[in-house]
């Protein structure tokens, strides 16, 4: 399956967070940093822009960890016990996304956020054996070193 078959939409708002967040996951002499020609020598360069492909499927990838997350994050809540409110930004969020997927008859012309991408990530999701996808393989190999 095609990433670009996976429809991804964000706000600008949550599109800056992540690009946010990946920003500062990438600095500190990770893979993607290089020195700078600055004077003072301690900045790093920004990595190479991605391509559109690459950045659909990192959205997708995105949505689906947050989308995985807020249902393990609902079960534990439902579960009972001293249950402190989840801190993980969007992840109320994705718990309302969840909750109204249930019983939405629109699907994709729904007009509540992330309803008409999240159930095409969660069906792709729960179906796909490909050993080599590109979005799901990468959430797959990190949920298992997570485990380890």
Known sequence: MKVSNLPVAQSANEQSTSNDQNAAACTGGGVNAAPSSSAAGAATAAP????????????????LVLLLHAYKCRSNENQGGDVKPCSLPHCSTMKHVLSHITTCEARITCTVPHCATSSPIISHWKNCTQNDCPVCVPVKQAADRRRQ
């Open 48 to 63: 190479p822009p991605l391509s559109a492909d690459e950045e659909n499927r990192r959205l997708i990838q995105l949505q």
